[in-house]
Structures are given as C-alpha cells and as structure tokens.
C-alpha cells in the first residue's frame, strides 16, 4: 500500500493543482508513464501503424475538446496547449501534427480566416475555394519546404467551431427565455452564458461566437454613434433582419423600464433605513432628530410616487407599443390571406364554376343510380317457371295412383297386392281393389279415448 502510495505521488504530482480538467474528465491512462511518453512524442509515419497513429490523434482531439470546453474557450493557440498539457516540466512534442490534421478535418480554423466576411455569390465562392485557396496553400507548401517552417507559427490563433456551435446555441436559447426583447448588449449576453453554463465565459469568446452567428445571418450587430454607447446585438433564430427604429425605440423604453425599477426599489430600501433611525432616535429620546428623520421619509415618498407614477405611464406606452405591433402583424395576416383567396379565385374558381362543377356531379349520380336499378332487375323466365309448377301440381296430386307406374309382370308386387288385400284391421276400412292410399294410424287422442274400453 505504501509503495502505492510512493508512486501515484510520483506520478500524478500535477494531477490536482497542474492538470488541465478536473480528476473525473481526465483520461485513465494520464498517470501512466509509458503510455503518456509514447502520446508526448513526435508522430511516427502513418503508414507504418495506421492504428496507433490514428488513436494518438483520437486521444489528442478529445483532451483539446474536453479542455476548451471545461475553459469555455473558442480560441486557442499551440502555445496555449504546450502550457495546459504540461506534465512533469515536458510538453507535447505531437501537437503541430494535431493541428494540421484538425485543420484538414475542417475541425478548426486560423482566426484570421475566421473573420473573414462570407462570399456573397457562388461566383465570389468558387474564385475562393478553387482559386485563391489552392494557389495560397501550394504557396505556403513551397514556402515551408524552401525556407522552413517557421518557429512564430505555434503562436498563431485557431478557432474551435465545435465549441463555437455549442456556445452559440446557448446564446440563441436567450430568445426564448426573454422573448420580449430582441436587442441585447454584450454584457447581458456573458451574464445570460455564465448563468446557462454555471461557469466563466469570456467576453472575447462571446463576440468570436457572434460573429460566427452574424455570418450565418442569425445576428446582427448595432452601434451608435455615441462612443460611451454601448453595442446593441440583434438575435434571430431565423434569418436576422436589420435593427429598425421601433426595435431600438422598444429597448430603450425597456431599459429606461428596469432603471425606474431598480431606482424605487433604492428609494424603497432608503425609507425603511430612516425609518430605524427615527426609531432609534427616539429610543435615546431625541424627538427633534426623530422628525427630521420623519421629513426626509416624506420628501423621499414624494419622490417615491413620481418615480412610480412615471413607471406606471411608461408600461402603458409600452403595452401600446406591443399591442399597435400586434394589430399590425394581425392587419398584416389578414391582407395575406385576402391576397391568397384572390389568386385562387383567379385560377378559376368562381361561383358559377362551381355550379356547373355541382350539376354535372349530379347528373352523373342518377345516371349511375338508374344503371344500378336496370342491373338489379329479375331476368325474364315465366316459360320455365310455369313448366316447374304443372311438374309439381303432377306430383302432388292425390289421385296418382303410386302403383300405376309400376310394371304388372313384377311378381313381387303382385304378392304383396295380395298380401295387403287379405290383411284385415279392426276399425278399418277394408281397402279397395285398387290400393292407392297407406291405412290411416290412430291418433293419440283415439288411443287415448280407447284405453278405458281395453280395461
């Protein structure tokens, strides 16, 4: 255990005060000496190990990422990386390499190129990117072979756009948590991203976030011409127009809001102080101190009621400020729908189209309900059902004698004609020569009529 001890004190001796992030978000392997000396050296070819050339760089992205996010930096340089990964008095011997591939991944950017305006047209941007580019980076190839590299060159200044997109949109977000105001100075937006993040953000990466956000057309800036003036940003999550006078009338209506505020509540807070100290007065029974006291209180409520008359005037031309804005936008509505309804009618729709649209809809349904009457109908087949009953009427007819059809040359019929001739029954009728009908059977009602004679 001891031993232990020994060499975690050895080795992780700058992983408190020195380390870059906090003990949770550094990497496992940090106090590892073999493996952090192979990470601090210079890259070896990439075709020789793909993989471990390709998991250094995978280690060294994240630790800058990591680094700038726990800092809320956007911009940084090779010096400023040398400083924060520091261990043990060396420093990475890799991190040029890191940069240039960073820079080929378009991960990163040189701030110079940064700040340079957005072409305007695809003509202006394919002069840049098939033009200008080329021939400056073949230039600075050629350049670097013949002369070398320059030394000055780890001080020069890239942008994360990573944490420029996770920065700008927490600033975006400031839209919908104050949607009545859509100018902000610089100072509320730092305090608003210090409040989001719950960490320290810097004025400077707040601007270099803007101005990534004002060359995507969601910012635009407003400086007057006032020195002591301060710059008025305009945030739009959709495409930003330009800052009219009605919106920069409206801040400063609101800001004039949120002093007169802050000013009675001072006021409010000074009345209550003279009023402990009138009581105090007269606690040590000094009525004449204890009523100057009481006129201070008095002048200060007069001041107190004009500054809060002043407030009140101030909120209604507020409200009818927004309330003019919102008939607009409604007046505005209901012109772009009577301009809708106006084009429809002139792609043909009309009154009398319509009817004649109705009609012929009409026309069709009864044509189509007397097909469905005429398919509906019985097929004409009296002959044949006519046939059918006198065939039935045959069968059914009593005087049929069952026996007729039966040829007399049969010897077994005519044993069993016999048969039924000699068979006698009392109660029945004896059966002509001639059978044509089975002897009747009794009914219950007779059986039941005969029981009692039987016993």
């Known amino acids: 255990m001891n031993d232990v001890g020994i060499n975690s004190k050895m080795i992780g001796g700058n992983t408190s005060s020195n380390s870059p992030l906090p003990a949770e978000k550094m990497p496992e392997c940090w106090n590892q000496e073999e493996r952090m000396s192979a990470l601090f050296s210079p890259f070896r070819s990439k075709s020789a190990n793909p993989q471990d050339w390709i998991s250094k760089y995978k280690f060294w992205n994240n630790l800058i990422y990591e680094w700038l996010k726990h800092t809320m930096q956007c911009s940084f340089s090779i010096v400023d990386l040398n400083e924060a990964f520091k261990r043990k008095g060396c420093t990475p011997l890799c991190l040029v390499t890191v940069i240039e591939e960073l820079l080929r991944n378009n991960e990163i950017i040189q701030e110079t190129d940064f700040f340079k305006e957005p072409c305007e047209t695809w003509t202006a941007w394919s002069i840049d990117i098939f033009v200008k580019k080329p021939i400056s980076w073949s230039f600075s190839k050629v350049k670097n072979y013949v002369v070398g590299q320059k030394t000055n060159n780890i001080e020069v200044k890239y942008i994360h756009l990573r944490i420029v997109r996770e920065l700008s949109d927490i600033i975006l977000s400031i839209t919908e948590s104050r949607k009545d105001n859509m100018l902000f100075p610089i ?152 301009d809708v309804l106006k084009k429809i009618g002139q792609n043909g729709l009309t009154e009398f189209g319509v009817r004649d649209v109705m009609d012929d809809i009409n026309e069709v349904l009864e044509e189509n309900k007397e097909i469905d009457l005429v398919l509906s109908e019985t097929l004409n087949n009296a002959d044949s059902d006519t046939e059918l009953e006198r065939e039935l009427a045959e069968l059914l007819d009593d005087n049929v004698d069952v026996f007729a059809a039966v040829p007399d040359s049969n010897p077994e019929i005519e044993k069993l004609k016999q048969r039924l001739q000699d068979l006698h029954m009392e109660g029945l009728v004896s059966p002509s020569k001639d059978v044509t009908a089975l002897p009747s059977v009794p009914s219950n009602k007779e059986k039941a009529l005969k029981k009692p004679e039987c016993l």
């Open 187 to 338: 100072s509320e937006i730092v305090e608003y991203c210090k409040s989001n993040t719950k960490k320290q953000i810097s004025e400077n990466a707040v601007k270099l976030t803007l101005e990534w956000l004002k060359q995507r057309k969601k910012v635009i800036f407003k400086k007057n011409s006032n020195p002591n003036s301060e710059l008025l940003v305009k945030i739009c999550v959709q495409t930003v127009n330009e800052i009219t006078e009605v919106e920069e009338g409206m801040y400063k209506l609101i800001k004039q809001e949120n002093e007169l505020i802050k000013e009675i509540e001072f006021l409010e807070q000074e009345k209550l102080n003279i009023i402990n100290e009138a009581k105090l007065y007269l606690g040590k029974e000094l009525r004449q101190m204890a009523k100057a006291e009481l006129r201070r209180k008095l002048e200060l409520e007069k001041t107190i009621e004009k500054r809060a008359q002043a407030l009140a005037n101030l909120r209604v031309l507020i409200n009818n400020i927004k309330d003019a804005h919102s008939n607009s936008a409604v007046l505005s509505a209901y012109k772009t729908g009577s």
